[in-house]
């Protein structure tokens, strides 16, 4: 009996935790969650992290650079120098043997003129931080796309379902009704088989409707960051789609327009176009001399620069203009123009492709949405009669006005009717938010 009891006990225990598995969620909740949880986003933080980094590090080549270098070392020993000096002074010692040095000293440089590749390079790397925002924005909404697609998707996988279910035990109540025609004699044994194989590939199709919805949960479940094997039951219901579509004529190129305004892409390519031209100039520096100013305190024992060297400590400073010019690099300036050249061609290029890419994604969802919405203006019309032929024709079955081959038709249809409904409207609302993320607009 302790046995019994414990086993009752772990059973209640594990289906209260599958109970607990199944978790009621809103868009908005999806969402928010995706936002702070998702890895392919927070790659795509980090993308920006790294720019903005490159972007301080290239700003600080401008400013003055202050090192110190510092040296102790131990010196073999030399040959004493001496000249002979008649007294009263005596011999004069000019170069001692000292074997033991140590310095200290403090360089600061302020680069005055680089031939431009140090403002071209800060230039640069400012458009490449403002583009990892634009991607990063990019990103963003294809996210946030993704969780809304997830989460319809899993609504239409759940209503599917439902119709299925719904249609399950109406061929069931048919087959209930064609065994009670059939023992009385007013059905064939054939009728019945045929509501049996009916009633047989619904439940086959509810199945895999079944299968579909645990699917498209763990589809949403990874882009939320939460556990796969958590049952997500969607707590919104689709919103009553608006269907008026202004004209084609009139809206499509201002959508467009839109696009080319908003769009991160378009935003991301004129940058990469501007870093190219940046680069251009940046690569012709070589043909420029390399200006600037330096100045420096060394604080040595012995200091180099007092002669007699002294085992003491001393201090010397310089300050003036350093000047380098590559007078001759075997055209590897040219090369490395040519290169920036033709990397910016390809911005270029790419820039004029993005472009025509954007306007052709608007037409897409733009025409996506006006199908969309005549599909579910057919849809609800099919719908709805097919709901008004089932109903007739059972009733009619219970009357002996219809055949079972009728009323299996009319089941059929109303199936199929309702399937396509459900799908219409998740279509249609699924197309609206993509015509909205191709205009450049946020989700």
Sequence with gaps: MKHRALL????????????????RVGLHECVTEALSRNPSLEASRARIDAAEARSRETGTALLPQL??????????????????????????????SITESYSGRITVQQPVFTGFRL?????????????SHEEFRRDREDLVLNVITAYWNLYRARQVQGVLQ????????????????????????????????????????NIEAKNSARVASMMLSSLMGRSLDTELIPADSLPVPALAVPDSGAALPALTERAWAQRPEVKTMELRRRMGEAGVTAARAGWYPQIALAAEYEYARPNQRIIPPKDRWDGTWNIGVAVQWNVWDWFATSYQSAQAEAAL???????????????IDVAQQYYAVEAAREKVTAA???????????????????????TNSDLLDAETMFLAAGVTHTNALV?????QMRLKRAVGEGL
């Design 380 to 402: 609800a019309e099919g719908s709805r009669l097919a709901a008004e032929v089932q109903r007739t024709m059972r009733d009619r079955f219970r009357q002996g006005l219809a």
């Design 345 to 359: 061609r390809q911005a270029e290029a790419g820039a004029a492709q993005t472009s025509d890419a954007v306007a």
């Design 8 to 23: 009752i006990l772990v059973l209640a225990a594990s289906g209260h935790l599958a109970a607990q598995k199944a978790v």
């Design 67 to 96: 090192r110190f270098n510092g040296r102790a070392a131990e010196l073999s020993s030399v040959p004493v120098f001496t000249i002979a000096v008649p007294p009263p002074v005596g011999p004069l010692t000019l170069f001692p």
């Design 427 to 431: 279509d249609y609302a699924l197309a």
């Design 119 to 131: 403002s071209k390079n800060r230039e640069s790397a400012a458009y490449q931080e403002e583009a």
């Design 166 to 205: 719904q249609s399950v035990e109406q061929v069931g109540e048919h087959l209930r009704d064609i065994r009670n025609f059939a023992a009385q004699g007013l059905a064939t044994d054939a009728d019945v088989m045929k509501v049996q194989v009916q009633h047989s590939e619904t439940i086959v199709r």
